[in-house]
């Protein structure tokens, strides 16, 4: 059962371009975090939101969790190549965190 | 401050044989995860351990087994291994009570 769906799977953009990542669901979590993998590596944590309607920004990236602490999505400001890879969201219920499917950002130059 | 270590980094295993992944959770955290990406794929979770015992499990065999040192550190053992078990898995760690986990590079297994 995947908790978690993500919008867009895969996302192909130039250089520049803004774009916004969905993470939704019908179940509540304490808190959803955000992560970028590379190839072959680890996801590397980009934030953790905890309060229903947080916004937070790291440099072009904008972070938001829903009223109801169902959905959060993630923005993007003039996309850049470095910004490709894997996003993944993860939500957190008691000790257990559960992952959405992933969406497959390509930034072209 | 070392962030989360696994070894090795790659695995070649045919069916049927035995694998065992190890994880050193990163310097204070005391509960470590391990999850199983296939490629393309979200992690899933396989199990938590806090204290030294299994404290939650997802939806995977008996054959996924593991077990946490007094030092935190961790392994992921897997029996009788099959083709579907070809995968990337991750090993998390955090500090108990805080939501926050970070992960480590990962062990790729393939299965022949």
């Known amino acids: 059962t995947q908790l978690l769906e993500q919008s867009p799977q895969f996302l192909s953009i130039q250089e520049g371009e803004n774009l916004t990542v969905y993470c939704n669901s019908s179940s509540v979590f304490s808190s959803l975090q955000w992560y970028r993998q590379e190839p072959g590596e680890g996801p590397v944590l980009l934030v953790t939101v905890v309060t229903g309607g947080e916004v937070k920004k790291l440099k072009r990236l904008t972070f938001q969790f829903g009223d109801a602490r169902k959905d959060s999505s993630l923005h993007i400001t003039a996309a850049q190549p470095g910004d490709t890879g894997l996003y993944l969201c993860a939500g957190a219920q008691g000790n257990q965190f559960y992952f959405g499917t992933g969406t497959s950002l390509t930034v072209i130059p | 401050d070392a962030g989360v270590t696994q070894s090795p980094t790659h695995l070649i295993k045919t069916r049927g044989q035995q694998v065992t992944l190890r994880c050193s959770p990163k310097s204070g955290h005391d509960t470590v995860s391990w999850y199983q990406q296939a490629l393309g794929q979200g992690p899933q979770f396989i199990f938590q351990y806090y204290e030294e015992e299994e404290r939650q499990r997802g939806n995977f065999p008996d054959r996924f087994s593991g077990h946490q040192f007094p030092n935190y550190s961790s392994e992921l053992n897997v029996n009788a291994l099959l083709l579907g078990d070809s995968a990337l898995y991750l090993c998390?760690?955090?500090?108990?009570?805080?939501?926050?986990?970070?992960f480590g590079p990962g062990t790729r297994l393939l299965v022949l």
């Open positions: 998390a760690s955090r500090l108990t009570g805080v939501e926050t986990q970070y």
